[in-house]
Nanobody, 130 residues
Framework: VQLVESGGGLVQAGGSARLICATP????????VGWFRQVPGKAHEGVSC????????YYADSVKGRFTIASDFERREIFLLMNNLKAEDTAVYYC????????????????????????WGQGIQVTVSS
């Protein structure tokens, strides 16, 4: 599935930003869609995930209560709404999608980790200034 990310940019600490992951010409029905982020020198961190089957969601402890993942009605776009941003949220954010028919309430499904990172979205920079 083709993934196109948009949004992000430079935000002041305490501010908000929105990321969008779209799949042109398709939908995320039957997929689990996850947002990852990476800072130089560190491994990718799974931030949040949404099931395109039952709508369940998962959040990493580092963003719980501040970030919200959601989809549009037709599940053509997945949004990551980021509030109360902190300097440590500065990273390149990627979305990834994998066919998955279950709940993600317990965490990222293994199927997403099996996706080659080359199939992820192009990545989008979020910079939080303090």
């Amino acid at each position: 599935v083709q993934l196109v990310e948009s949004g992000g940019g430079l935000v002041q600490a305490g501010g908000s930003a929105r990321l969008i992951c779209a799949t042109p010409g398709s939908t995320f029905d039957g997929y689990a869609v996850g947002w990852f982020r990476q800072v130089p020198g560190k491994a990718h961190e799974g931030v949040s995930c949404l099931s395109g089957v039952d709508g369940s969601t998962y959040y990493a402890d580092s963003v719980k209560g501040r970030f919200t993942i959601a989809s549009d009605f037709e599940r053509r776009e997945i949004f990551l709404l980021m509030n109360n941003l902190k300097a440590e949220d500065t990273a390149v954010y990627y979305c990834a999608a994998a066919r998955y028919g279950g709940s993600v309430a317990g965490g990222f499904p293994l199927e997403i980790y099996k996706i080659d990172t080359g199939s992820w979205g192009q990545g989008i920079q979020v910079t939080v200034s303090s």
